[in-house]
């Protein structure tokens, strides 16, 4: 059985891209389900699959995030990967899925946890904002905040993989040098500028919908939006990337691993920097490596 890849909330789950992708697990909060449930549940999962990666945004809730401490505390598993995100939350939905791709893949779970960290370089996670007055997560100007309550005043921001902030009219958003599809999800905010507008410059092969995440309003600071994210596709070229990467083994808990960080105990590689965690690394050949 492939790795099982969970989430903290049902709305990080993106449709699969095909009929092999597998779902992800649900690990929920504290006040939907008593510990003794989720240990339970979470006993199962490591009996079918062997080790469980959950992925989750930081701006959840403190609450549920001990949840999932005392879960991987009480259970004494060192197989469970506990990988918390910077990402929006519908950035971290497409990682999500990229990383369900990736456990189908001839990879050890060491290598898929510690993948989340290199792939993350290659999401372009952003929003179309009605306001930036709350916004905390990227740098703004006070300038910025100023026209923000102007009425009419649209904002474009992109969170990562650099932050980036632009009023709608004056300039553009840096997108990426490689093939992507975008995915959008529409809050109290009417506006076709993401798909008139942002798709078409950054020349992006695809646009999907999916429903906002619940804890996006929260991330951006205001439920006016319209959050997207771009993203490489194609399972080959995620395999290839990840592929390319040197391969190491933690020092701490003797999984393999890429990068410079163990996804499972969070221990640094203890050697030098002999490999390549590098961003900008797409296999060439490859139809991102190319562009459009």
Do not use: N
């Amino acid at each position: 059985m492939p790795t099982a890849i969970a989430v903290t909330s049902a709305d990080l789950v993106l449709p699969p891209t095909d009929h092999q992708t597998p779902t992800a697990a649900l690990l929920q909060p504290p006040d939907a389900q008593p510990l003794e449930a989720a240990l339970a549940e979470t006993a199962v999962l490591l009996e079918q699959h062997g080790s469980v990666i959950a992925l989750y945004p930081a701006s959840i809730p403190a609450a549920h995030e001990r949840r999932l401490h005392t879960i991987r505390a009480v259970l004494e598993s060192d197989r469970i990967a506990l990988l918390k995100l910077d990402l929006p939350p519908l950035g971290v939905a497409v990682l999500v899925r990229q990383m369900r791709q990736l456990s189908l893949c001839d990879f050890s779970a060491g290598v898929v946890a510690s993948a989340a960290r290199l792939l993350a370089h290659y999401v372009y996670a952003g929003a179309l904002l009605g306001s930036v007055a709350r916004l905390d997560r990227v740098p703004v100007s006070l300038k910025a905040h100023a026209k923000s309550w102007v009425p009419g005043s649209q904002f474009g921001v992109l969170a990562c993989p650099q932050p980036q902030l632009i009023r709608i009219g004056t300039g553009e958003l840096t997108g990426p040098a490689f093939a992507t599809q975008l995915v959008l999800a529409r809050g109290q905010l009417q506006s076709d500028w993401v798909t008139g507008t942002l798709a078409p410059a950054w020349q992006v092969h695809g646009v999907h919908e999916h429903q906002l995440p619940a804890e996006s309003p929260r991330w951006w600071g205001t439920a006016r939006l319209i959050e997207f994210a771009a993203f490489l596709p194609d399972i080959s070229v995620l395999h290839q990337l990840v592929s390319s990467v040197r391969r190491e083994v933690c020092s701490w808990c003797g999984i393999q691993l890429i990068g410079d960080r163990c996804g499972f105990c969070s221990a640094p590689l203890a050697t030098g920097p002999k490999h390549t965690h590098a961003r900008g690394a797409l296999p060439r050949g490859t139809a991102a490596h190319q562009g459009s």
